[in-house]
């Protein structure tokens, strides 16, 4: 996370052919079909996500399973996106002056794109939207469920949320230009329309979701019967410092963008450095050793028990490999900002085309560790015996159920 704006002062290249409200829509549409993969993969390893998100079954055998009512719905997405982009490409032919005059096309889409979630509509998944949208509004406050209710459905959709802060603020900048006098939702995104400081401060607002929810779950335990066995919460405090230093990140950046002497640059771009050191390594860390239940940066004790260097017992993907390649592309990905320490990259995550591929990026780690993420609460599930988040055991003592 880095939230740095784009400096390209001319209508690109790239916003010729893929204007910002497109990519916006690209974006949720790939979500629809990763989300789908995820179920699809994680079915085919026996493990019920619906089960573990509290989602209700399947009434009768008859019923289409989950991934197959969430492809139905990617598939619909795709097509009219489809539609949609090759009409403006029809009827603009990359001409600058026709694709910012034609820019109601784009945002016809995106009414349509939304009205697909909040619209009934006959031959759709509708269930799973309307759970979507009660989910979606609890957390959009940073309320969570209690752990029968469906509280790690709530975790993994804030969770979620947090690697679309780009995207939310692309929405922002979308309206914001659409609606501005003598402006144009397919002009060059102008990341300052609003404000300086508007478009950072919704960018923060998943983190400051998570954070509340931590400290929710902080509150639960403190006020369990039952504190003995499920420690005085501190792994919740730990979670919600980690979603804190997301604040750092995004001050500092929008800071640099107002800075004025050169004196002022260095000092702000070092702080930013630091800030966003932190924040990567830290999360790095946390996706390992408690998303994912690691044992990389455990104790030799426990390191040394008999499973591979690093990882833990219970490999549901089977593949050592595996689990060792994704967390080196996690850690690769985490630390998506370098690039713009590189002499011959640091311009690049500043293009338009370079702003989009780091979105795609973090939308991918996200989708990768999904995977994982649920993996792990499966293993928790099945381990206990008894309900997710069950923090009665002696043998998960201090370890919450959160990431």
């Given at each position: 996370?880095?939230?740095?704006?784009?400096?390209?002062?001319?209508?690109?290249?790239?916003?010729?052919?893929?204007?910002?409200?497109?990519?916006?829509?690209?974006?949720?549409?790939?979500?629809?079909?990763?989300?789908?993969?995820?179920?699809?993969?994680?079915?085919?390893?026996?493990?019920?996500?619906?089960?573990?998100?509290?989602?209700?079954?399947?009434?009768?055998?008859?019923?289409?399973?989950?991934?197959?009512?969430?492809?139905?719905?990617?598939?619909?997405?795709?097509?009219?996106?489809?539609?949609?982009?090759?009409?403006?490409?029809?009827?603009?032919?990359?001409?600058?002056?026709?694709?910012?005059?034609?820019?109601?096309?784009?945002?016809?889409?995106?009414?349509?794109?939304?009205?697909?979630?909040?619209?009934?509509?006959?031959?759709?998944?509708?269930?799973?939207?309307?759970?979507?949208?009660?989910?979606?509004?609890?957390?959009?406050?940073?309320?969570?469920?209690?752990?029968?209710?469906?509280?790690?459905?709530?975790?993994?959709?804030?969770?979620?949320?947090?690697?679309?802060?780009?995207?939310?603020?692309?929405?922002?900048?979308?309206?914001?230009?659409?609606?501005?006098?003598?402006?144009?939702?397919?002009?060059?995104?102008?990341?300052?329309?609003?404000?300086?400081?508007?478009?950072?401060?919704?960018?923060?607002?998943?983190?400051?979701?998570?954070?509340?929810?931590?400290?929710?779950?902080?509150?639960?335990?403190?006020?369990?019967?039952?504190?003995?066995?499920?420690?005085?919460?501190?792994?919740?405090?730990?979670?919600?410092?980690?979603?804190?230093?997301?604040?750092?990140?995004?001050?500092?950046?929008?800071?640099?963008?107002?800075?004025?002497?050169?004196?002022?640059?260095?000092?702000?771009?070092?702080?930013?450095?630091?800030?966003?050191?932190?924040?990567?390594?830290?999360?790095?860390?946390?996706?390992?050793?408690?998303?994912?239940?690691?044992?990389?940066?455990?104790?030799?004790?426990?390191?040394?028990?008999?499973?591979?260097?690093?990882?833990?017992?219970?490999?549901?993907?089977?593949?050592?490999?595996?689990?060792?390649?994704?967390?080196?592309?996690?850690?690769?990905?985490?630390?998506?900002?370098?690039?713009?320490?590189?002499?011959h990259l640091d311009k690049f995550a500043d293009y338009e085309s370079g702003i989009f591929l780091i979105e795609l990026l973090e939308v991918f780690r996200r989708w990768m560790w999904i995977f994982f993420r649920v993996?792990?609460?499966?293993?928790?599930?099945?381990?206990?015996?008894?309900?997710?988040?069950?923090?009665?055991?002696?043998?998960?003592?201090?370890?919450?159920?959160?990431?």
């Amino acid at each position: 996370m880095d939230g740095d704006p784009a400096v390209e002062p001319q209508l690109d290249a790239f916003s010729l052919v893929f204007p910002l409200p497109f990519r916006v829509g690209f974006i949720v549409t790939l979500a629809v079909w990763g989300w789908g993969i995820n179920l699809h993969w994680l079915h085919a390893f026996r493990i019920d996500v619906p089960a573990l998100i509290r989602y209700p079954g399947r009434s009768s055998p008859q019923h289409i399973s989950h991934h197959l009512s969430t492809y139905r719905l990617a598939i619909v997405l795709t097509a009219l996106f489809s539609l949609s982009i090759t009409l403006f490409w029809l009827c603009t032919w990359h001409v600058p002056a026709r694709v910012i005059a034609y820019d109601w096309m784009p945002m016809t889409y995106l009414v349509a794109l939304v009205a697909f979630f909040f619209v009934p509509l006959r031959n759709l998944p509708t269930g799973g939207r309307r759970r979507f949208l009660a989910t979606l509004r609890r957390v959009s406050i940073g309320g969570i469920a209690e752990a029968q209710d469906g509280k790690f459905g709530d975790i993994l959709l804030a969770d979620v949320l947090t690697s679309y802060a780009k995207v939310f603020g692309d929405v922002f900048v979308t309206l914001c230009m659409f609606f501005s006098a003598g402006g144009s939702s397919t002009d060059h995104p102008n990341r300052s329309c609003g404000g300086t400081l508007f478009v950072p401060l919704l960018m923060a607002v998943p983190s400051i979701i998570r954070f509340r929810q931590c400290l929710i779950e902080y509150l639960r335990v403190r006020r369990a019967p039952y504190k003995e066995s499920a420690g005085w919460g501190g792994q919740h405090l730990a979670n919600a410092l980690k979603y804190s230093t997301a604040f750092p990140v995004i001050i500092t950046s929008a800071m640099q963008r107002g800075a004025g002497p050169e004196s002022d640059m260095v000092t702000l771009h070092r702080a930013w450095l630091v800030a966003v050191l932190v924040n990567s390594l830290y999360s790095f860390y946390w996706d390992v050793a408690k998303d994912w239940d690691l044992t990389l940066f455990s104790s030799r004790e426990r390191a040394s028990a008999h499973h591979p260097w690093g990882l833990r017992d219970r490999l549901v993907f089977r593949s050592a490999g595996l689990y060792y390649f994704v967390i080196g592309l996690d850690l690769m990905l985490r630390c998506s900002w370098s690039m713009k320490l590189s002499p011959h990259l640091d311009k690049f995550a500043d293009y338009e085309s370079g702003i989009f591929l780091i979105e795609l990026l973090e939308v991918f780690r996200r989708w990768m560790w999904i995977f994982f993420r649920v993996e792990t609460e499966w293993i928790r599930n099945s381990s206990t015996g008894l309900g997710i988040d069950d923090i009665l055991l002696g043998d998960y003592q201090g370890k919450d159920d959160d990431d």
